[in-house]
C-alpha cells in the first residue's frame, strides 16, 4: 500500500482537528487548536498525514519539543480504511523518520480497566497494535487531565528515569504551570507501586 505521507500545513491541521480529531478522540484528550497551532508554529510540534489518491487515510501528531525522544501524541486512522494496514504504514514510517541518530519515539495509551468490555478490548487492540510495531511497555504510567495512560517506547536504550523527564519536559514547556500542575502526573504510578 503506497501513499503520500507528508507534514501538514496549519490550514490543514486545523481542518484535521475540526472534521477529523474531534469524532476520534474523546474530548478529555483532544487539545484545543489553538494550542496545538501555538506549538506548531514554535517548531514544537509536527502534524503528519499519509494520503492514498489523494484522500485521507491516517494522521499522526508528535510532540518534538527539541528532546531525542518524541511523544507520539494523536495516531488515528480514518474510519472507512481501518483495518487495511494504512496505520502500520504510517506508524513505520513515523519510527524510520523520528529513530535516527539516537532518538526515539514514544506515546501514551489509555490503560485497558474501565470494567466496560468493548472499551478495554478496543484499549487492548490498540496496546497490540504498538507491541506488534515493536514499542515496549515501560515501568510507569501517566495521567494526564484524568485519563490514565500506559507508557511505550521505541527507539535507542533510555531509562525510565530519562524518559520521565523529557515527558515532563514537553508538557511542562507548553502548558501554562497551573494547567500543568493540576493535570499532569508524570509519573501517575511506577511498576510494582500502588
Known amino acids: 500500500m503506497e501513499g503520500e505521507f507528508r ?8 481542518w484535521l ?3 477529523h480529531m474531534k469524532r476520534d478522540f474523546p474530548p478529555a484528550e483532544l487539545k484545543p487548536i489553538a ?7 514554535e517548531g514544537r510540534y509536527e502534524p503528519y498525514a499519509l494520503f492514498q489518491n489523494g484522500e485521507l487515510t491516517a494522521y499522526a501528531f508528535y510532540w518534538t519539543a527539541g528532546e531525542p525522544y518524541v511523544l507520539l501524541d494523536y495516531f488515528a486512522v480514518v474510519p472507512e480504511r481501518r483495518n487495511a494496514g ?5 506508524l513505520r514510517e513515523m519510527l524510520d523518520r523520528f529513530c535516527v541518530n539516537g532518538h526515539g519515539v514514544f506515546g501514551e495509551v489509555e490503560i485497558p480497566d474501565t470494567g466496560v468490555a468493548e472499551v478495554d478490548e478496543l484499549r487492548q487492540r490498540r496496546l497490540n497494535f504498538y ?3 515493536g ?3 515501560r515501568g510507569f504510567t501517566t495521567k494526564i487531565f484524568s485519563v490514565p495512560y500506559i507508557v511505550l517506547s521505541y527507539g535507542p536504550e533510555i531509562s525510565d528515569a530519562e524518559l520521565i523527564e523529557i515527558n515532563r519536559k514537553i508538557y511542562g514547556g507548553s502548558l501554562p504551570k497551573a494547567m500543568y500542575e493540576e493535570n499532569i502526573f508524570i509519573p501517575w504510578l511506577e511498576e510494582g507501586r500502588a
Open 17 to 19: 482537528h475540526e472534521n
Open 135 to 137: 514499542l515496549q511497555k
Open 86 to 90: 494504512a496505520g502500520s504504514q504510517l
Open 131 to 133: 507491541f506488534r510495531a
Open 35 to 41: 494550542l496545538l497551532e501555538k506549538m506548531r508554529s
Open 7 to 14: 507534514l501538514l500545513s496549519a490550514q490543514e491541521m486545523a
